[in-house]
């Protein structure tokens, strides 16, 4: 229970309601009782200094403890008669007791010793009140009492109230929070119900957003968008998939049906099985090709590729890969040019970078006619290295440039499909640029050639 968000959500807020319910009546109360308690004192008081007052007022004027104390008795008997049943009073003159007020009560056991000033005895309030009287060289002591029970009574009273409507309140509270709690969570229910129902075959569902402006409707918008890119890579992987296995498929049909024709019936002359073999040969080249190319790409979109770092010269590494390409280049009468002088220190996969130079070459040699060239330059930019591929070649049609850097994209797919591309070729040579933070682009293409630009970070400027 304790791990629903409902139940704790509804123990938080009547946690915090108890206490600020508590917190107020306690406040309320001891105010309360602080201002009753004050003016029970207060009133008690102002009786005694009337008292008093009258006391010294009587003795003055009668001018003598005979005639003044017997009036003494009669104002406090007018006292009473105004004010019963109101506090008791009692006057002394040191230990002798002068005159009370009718249904004077509770005093019966003090003694007109008691300290001046506010007194409790019992469950009664005490003023206790001196008053000289310098004429007849005596004080006298007025003790006014009230019994604070009909006080304490009150607030006991209210405190049975508080006892009764702060659990009560937060009772109610929390049972109205918990519902209402349902209410509001209800939403994310929905959205879990929604969530679960999802699987790799309806990536195309989108989730409901009732609100897009509140949390839960972001939180919806967040895995809409997210179901978003996952289908997006889903879709990728399986057109790769489909892909990859239409490419792999071409090379094995090629090589088991020259295989299968020279092997079945009669025998034939060496030259159509040395034909034959070549074929297959040539086929399975491609095919380890593919899927090295492919092997490749897994270990990249697993995360799985760690480039090997090492430093070496640019310069050395183009004149080397111009060399391996000039084998393909020379029967087929295409010129390989380089253009590159002064040394070009680097730091980066070797090897990698051999085969992006490679692949470029490839490209430009396969695509260029008989007496076309192709040219490698190398030169410095601010902060970078430039290496350019341009060929004399036909070119890369309009409509395909946007998609050549594409896995399994091939322009102009029948005429290409002969020279044995599978169309990864640039992909993977710009995914190289991408590591070594540096960038390929298709700089220009038109009828009389196309040219790519690789650009290099250039370490120390
Ligand atoms: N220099 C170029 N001239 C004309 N077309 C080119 C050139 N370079 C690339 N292309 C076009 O771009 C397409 C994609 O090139 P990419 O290198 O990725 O694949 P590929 O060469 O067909 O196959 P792979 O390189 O994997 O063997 C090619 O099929 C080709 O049509
Ligand atoms: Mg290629």
């Not at 109205?176 to 999802?198: D, H, M, Q, S, W």
């Not at 322009?411 to 540096?438: D, F, M, P, Q, Y």
């Amino acid at each position: 229970m304790l791990n629903s968000f409902r139940f704790r959500l509804t123990l938080w807020w009547a946690g915090a309601l108890a206490v600020l319910l508590i917190v107020f009546s306690v406040g309320v109360y001891s105010l309360l009782a602080r201002s009753g308690r004050g003016r029970f004192d207060a009133s008690l008081r102002s009786v005694g200094e009337v008292t008093a007052v009258s006391v010294n007022h009587e003795l003055e004027e009668h001018q003598g403890r005979e005639a003044g104390e017997p009036s003494i008795g009669l104002v406090l008997q007018t006292m009473h008669q105004v004010s019963f049943p109101r506090p008791s009073i009692v006057v002394y003159e040191g230990g002798r007791r002068v005159a009370s007020k009718a249904g004077t009560e509770g005093l019966g056991d003090l003694s007109p010793g008691l300290p001046e000033g506010m007194q409790n005895q019992g469950a009664y309030r005490i003023a206790v009140f001196r008053t000289p009287v310098p004429s007849l060289r005596a004080t006298y002591t007025i003790l006014v009492s009230q019994s604070t029970a009909p006080l304490e009574e009150e607030l006991a009273g209210f405190r049975r109230i508080l006892y009764f409507c702060v659990p009560l309140g937060v009772l109610l509270a929390s049972v109205g929070g918990y519902f209402l709690a349902r209410k509001n969570l209800a939403p994310i229910a929905a959205l879990t119900y929604e969530v679960n129902r999802i699987t790799s075959s309806n990536l195309h569902q989108q989730l409901p957003v009732v609100n897009p402006r509140d949390e839960l409707g972001q939180l919806a918008m967040t895995c809409n968008a997210l179901l978003g890119r996952m289908r997006a890579s889903f879709d990728d992987q399986r057109r790769f998939m489909a892909d990859a296995s239409h490419e792999i498929r071409t090379p094995i049909s090629v090589a088991l049906t020259a295989a299968q024709v020279t092997y079945e019936g009669e025998a034939r002359p060496t030259a159509e099985y040395r034909e034959a073999l070549r074929i297959v040969v040539e086929q399975m080249r491609r095919l380890k090709r593919i899927v090295q190319d492919m092997f490749l790409l897994a270990q990249v979109d697993a995360g799985a590729f760690e480039p090997r770092v090492t430093s070496f010269y640019l310069e050395e590494l183009i004149q080397e890969a111009v060399r391996a390409a000039r084998i393909l280049s020379s029967p087929l009468h295409v010129a390989v040019r380089v253009e590159a002088d002064g040394e070009a220190p680097m730091e980066g996969d070797e090897g990698l970078l051999r085969q992006l130079l490679v692949a470029l070459l490839d490209n430009a040699i396969r695509h260029t006619p008989a007496d076309g060239s192709v040219t490698v330059s190398l030169t410095t930019e601010p902060g970078s290295w430039c290496v350019a591929v341009a060929d004399t070649g036909s070119g890369i049609p309009l409509e395909d440039q946007p998609h050549i850097f594409e896995r399994f994209y091939r322009a102009n797919k029948a005429r290409t499909r002969e020279a044995g591309g599978s169309g990864l070729g640039l992909s993977i040579a710009r995914w190289i640029a991408t590591v070594h933070e540096g960038e390929l682009t298709l700089a220009e293409s038109s009828g009389r050639g196309t040219r790519f630009v690789l650009r290099l970070p250039r370490r120390g400027g």
